[in-house]
């Protein structure tokens, strides 16, 4: 297709065209190289994209595409220079020799090219110094590289001190004092370490292109702000500017200034080698032909905002303009982007003007001390926010589709006590995402806990001895939720620095399976046994958080009414109750263990009534062919259903009729257990109306499976295409083993009939 004499919109257009349609298909085919050819196709095709999305950035103007074409150049040398990757278990050294030093060669020169690019769209002073891309990328990853490693060195050493002279129970309680001490200490290095890397890039960037029109400042947020960052974490950060006048310019370059800095830092960044091309791209995960480590945050915290460009705000602002995102008036902030308005509430000082940040954070702990004029009981911003973190569906509102006058997509978010809630019954035996189930829960809990009293601590460590000084919380109290605390920001740490990238995903063994590939071995990231048993940390942190959650709720429930000075006085955060034991056996497949210590559970008169221990039970009394045993369990889970919803259609209801048709189908009854599979999926469509979702798709799976067990071939292939048919609506274009099930399931109904 010629491109010349056409107009410059309409080659982008096409460009556009050829990148989606062409080449996304072909990155969908070799992204998951197994051969010499797949693998050198790939490399072609990453290059040629490379290059068209350079093309792109010369004929719109728009710099964003020169960082995007750095990406793929960055995927070629990260694939070419892998070493335990797939490049090398694909390739000889002698192919990969060649392949390296043609292509390699051709990515620097190319990455030397953009930043030519770059610098012409953007200097003030085109005399400015130009860095070479090769070393400068080279002693950026020297310094990020020297810090993982002092990292790893200061914690495994504060780990072997204090774990020389535990002999007694109070040698083990001032171990884990000055363990949690010394941990807080490294987190706040690694933070500052952060930031002095993060102002690096700005100091350099601006000497690089000339300077700034106005007093300025970068403010660290998020994980940064927290001080619990880890050396592999995004970077979260906005700038403040002293004022606007800088906008009036008539000149691009200084009307632009700041963005154009923060695409000169990105560049920066991208060039370390750990920035991803984002899955909405071309609708697939690349990241694992990279390390993905430190790169601009893709959730859009940064001055650059969004990768997609969806949501219309910009992290480049006046004091003013950014206490506008933090006041949240008529929520029209977080109808943009849920947490906007929270995360620009705390921020930490990077570079610049100091006094900017100061005049931001004093303004915002004004307003967050302040009465809402709008409450009618008075009550302080802190707390009406912190109640709204936890326990409030959040709503955003697509305004892009608004300006194209479309109906504006609204997304409901659930609040942290929903989203975080760890239920370990509902998960038993898969590896943990070990940030979303646990180091979330005491990140967020904790902060929104703080928020609520008007604390603002030092990071959450501070923020649990103020809680404590001011008497909202026992001394006990906070040595179990800093434990918790320390535990789950160490064990994020140490995932992380296993899989030398952001990973999350840790076993549940400590041992790997006589089934499992050395491969997989190797890759996995595993606790010691010690460290999995009922003694070690893993179970400590769960008598933490399980209560710690389950005592926010009762708060939120009835913080209007109840006395909150005392509240939180009266429990210390944790049980190591049967209950809490037989749930954390469940979730690391010891069934054995957990059916014992949930049988003695309900010994307990209080726990009769306990619906997730019964379900639990239920549960592991299926997996073992003890049916009646299970529908007896199910039947009480219904019966207590019932009794709390009445009439009403919901999901626990649903589930339980799903349970009790799951455990008849196990005795071999596939007819009582279809009557209750259509009970739970009649109650599934009255609850999600016509929205496709995965509990619909499950009834409808399980009554396949039930018909197909009675030879009903053909109603059974009917519920499985519908099951299908919901779950492709769900995971789109994303492969999902769920999907995958479904098609397995068609295929034996198929073969059978």
């Known amino acids: 297709m010629s491109l010349k004499g056409q107009s410059n919109d309409i080659k982008i257009t096409l460009l556009k065209e050829i990148e989606q349609i062409q080449y996304g298909t072909l990155v969908k085919k070799f992204a998951h190289k197994e051969t010499v050819e797949e693998l050198k196709n790939l490399v072609i095709i990453l290059n040629d994209l490379g290059y068209l999305t350079t093309k792109l950035g010369e004929l719109s103007g728009n710099i964003k595409y020169y960082t995007d074409a750095s990406v793929f150049h960055q995927y070629v040398i990260a694939i070419l220079d892998e070493k335990d990757g797939a490049s090398g278990k694909i390739l000889s050294l002698e192919e990969k020799n060649k392949i390296s030093k043609q292509e390699l060669s051709g990515s620097f020169q190319q990455l030397a090219h953009i930043q030519q690019l770059i610098f012409s769209a953007i200097r003030t002073n085109q005399s400015q110094i130009v860095p070479n891309v090769k070393d400068e990328s080279t002693n950026n990853k020297t310094i990020l590289s020297k810090i993982r490693k002092e990292t790893e060195e200061r914690l495994k050493k504060v780990e072997d001190d204090c774990q020389q002279a535990i002999n007694n129970q109070e040698e083990k309680q001032q171990y884990q004092e000055s363990y949690v001490k010394e941990v807080r200490k490294l987190f706040e290095s690694i933070a500052s370490n952060m930031q002095e890397f993060l102002a690096k890039t700005y100091s350099d960037s601006e000497q690089e292109i000339g300077t700034p029109p106005c007093k300025y400042a970068v403010i660290g947020l998020g994980s940064m702000a927290l001080k619990q960052m880890t050396s592999y974490s995004d970077l979260e950060f906005a700038i403040l500017t002293e004022n606007e006048e800088y906008k009036q310019s008539n000149d691009p370059k200084i009307k632009d200034y700041f963005k154009n800095l923060s695409h000169l830092v990105n560049f920066k960044i991208i060039n370390l080698g750990e920035s991803i091309i984002p899955t909405s791209k071309y609708g697939l995960d690349m990241s694992h032909l990279v390390h993905r480590a430190v790169n601009l945050d893709i959730g859009g915290k940064t001055p650059l905002s969004r990768i997609d460009g969806d949501k219309p705000y910009e992290l480049i602002k006046t004091v003013k303009w950014m206490m506008y995102y933090v006041r949240n008036k008529e929520e029209k902030a977080s109808h943009i982007d849920k947490s906007l308005p929270y995360i620009s509430e ?37 707390e009406i926010r912190a ?95 800093k434990n918790a605390l320390t535990f789950a920001t160490t064990l ?93 056996y469940y979730r690391l497949a010891q069934y054995a263990k957990a059916q014992s210590n949930l049988e003695k559970a309900l010994e307990n008169s209080s726990n009769q009534g306990n619906w997730q221990v019964r379900n639990t039970l239920g549960q592991i009394y299926t997996s073992f062919g003890n049916g009646d045993k299970a529908i007896r369990q199910f039947e009480c889970c219904l019966e207590m259903k019932k009794l709390i919803h009445k009439d009403q259609p919901h999901t626990d209801v649903a589930a339980s009729l799903n349970n009790i048709g799951t455990a008849y189908s196990a005795k071999g009854q596939h007819k009582q257990a279809i009557k209750y599979y259509q009970e739970s999926l009649k109650m599934e469509k009255l609850i999600h109306k016509d929205q496709p979702h995965p509990d619909v798709a499950t009834s409808l799976n399980n009554l396949g499976t039930a018909y197909c067990a009675r030879g009903k071939y053909e109603q059974a ?7 299908l048919e919901i779950k492709k609506l769900i995971y789109k274009d994303q492969p999902h083993l769920d999907e995958a099930d479904s098609l397995n399931n068609l295929g034996s109904a198929c073969i059978a009939k």
């Open 346 to 382: 705390n921020v930490c000082y990077v570079h610049g003007d100091k006094e900017i940040v100061e005049s931001y954070q004093n303004k915002v702990t004004e307003f967050l001390l302040s009465e809402n004029v709008d409450n009618l009981f008075s009550r302080k911003n802190c």
């Open 492 to 584: 994020r740490l140490k995932t992380y620095s296993h899989h030398k990238a952001q990973k999350e995903d840790m076993s549940v063994f400590a041992k790997p399976a006589e089934t499992e590939l050395k491969e997989q071995i190797i890759q996995v990231f595993r606790l010691s046994e010690k460290d999995l048993g009922e003694q070690g940390e893993l179970f400590q942190y769960f008598y933490t958080a399980l209560p710690f959650h389950k005592k926010l709720q009762k708060f939120c429930e009835k913080y209007q009414t109840l006395n909150k000075q005392t509240f939180f006085r009266k429990s210390n955060f944790y049980k190591d109750n049967f209950a809490n034991k037989g749930f954390i």
């Open 387 to 481: 109640i709204k973190l936890l326990e409030e569906v959040s709503v955003e509102i697509d305004y892009i589709q608004q300006t194209l006058g479309l109906k504006p997509k609204e997304t409901k978010y659930k609040g942290d006590l929903e989203k975080l809630h760890p239920a370990l019954y509902n998960t038993a035996g898969r590896l943990f995402n070990v940030k979303q189930e646990i180091y979330r829960l005491p990140d967020r809990l904790l902060y929104n806990l703080g928020l609520y009293y008007g604390v603002k601590g030092n990071g959450l460590w501070d923020t649990v001895d103020i809680l404590t000084s001011h008497g909202i919380i026992t001394p006990q109290a906070a040595k179990n939720l």
């Open 717 to 723: 292939i009917k519920n499985y295409q519908e099951s």
